[in-house]
């Protein structure tokens, strides 16, 4: 279904209990595609009053300048497209982007861990595998998959 929904597709674990949705973390690579999402996400959180958390895992290679500016333009870009007022930004520093995801949705204090599904090649299905299936099989809070490219009907 993650792979071939054209539209947001929330997996809920069976042993999930409701408690209201008070912050929702969307994973992001720093693609501007991503944006669009986070928009949606605004629509989203709003009826609930749920704050938005940008999360962006990475190496130590957060402390290079230039990534550092490639940050900082996806944040302004959110900032002036995404009419929402309580997004905020989180760098989580690990080697491994699962483990990071992992550790946002055990330690956060997140009711909804979002992503974006992004396609693979055959090979890279095998060596690497996909983010989103990992993730969905590994966290205990429910999850929120886009499809790239997604755009909501606004």
Same mark, same amino acid.
């Given at each position: 279904?993650?792979?071939?929904?054209?539209?947001?597709?929330?997996?809920?674990?069976?042993?999930?209990?409701?408690?209201?949705? *008070? *912050?929702?973390?969307?994973?992001?690579?720093?693609?501007?595609?991503?944006?669009?999402?986070?928009?949606?996400?605004?629509?989203?959180?709003?009826?609930?009053?749920?704050?938005?958390?940008?999360?962006?895992?990475?190496?130590?290679?957060?402390?290079?300048?230039?990534?550092?500016?490639?940050?900082?333009?996806?944040?302004?870009?959110?900032?002036?497209?995404?009419?929402?007022?309580?997004?905020?930004?989180?760098?989580?520093?690990?080697?491994?982007?699962?483990?990071?995801?992992?550790?946002?949705?055990?330690?956060?204090?997140?009711?909804?861990?979002?992503?974006?599904?992004?396609?693979?090649?055959?090979?890279?299905?095998?060596?690497?595998?996909?983010?989103?299936?990992?993730?969905?099989?590994?966290?205990?809070?429910?999850?929120?998959?886009?499809?790239?490219?997604?755009?909501?009907?606004?």
């Amino acid at each position: 279904m993650i792979d071939k929904a054209g539209f947001p597709v929330l997996l809920v674990p069976t042993d999930a209990t409701y408690n209201g949705v *008070k *912050k929702i973390a969307f994973a992001t690579d720093l693609s501007k595609s991503d944006v669009e999402i986070i928009h949606s996400l605004g629509i989203l959180a709003h009826p609930f009053n749920a704050e938005i958390l940008i999360a962006h895992v990475t190496d130590e290679k957060y402390d290079d300048p230039q990534h550092q500016q490639k940050v900082d333009a996806f944040l302004n870009e959110i900032t002036s497209k995404a009419d929402y007022p309580k997004v905020y930004f989180r760098h989580i520093q690990s080697r491994n982007v699962n483990n990071g995801l992992e550790w946002l949705a055990e330690h956060g204090q997140i009711d909804i861990l979002a992503m974006v599904h992004r396609p693979h090649s055959f090979l890279q299905k095998i060596f690497i595998g996909s983010h989103t299936h990992q993730i969905a099989r590994q966290v205990e809070v429910p999850l929120l998959v886009f499809p790239e490219g997604y755009k909501a009907l606004i």
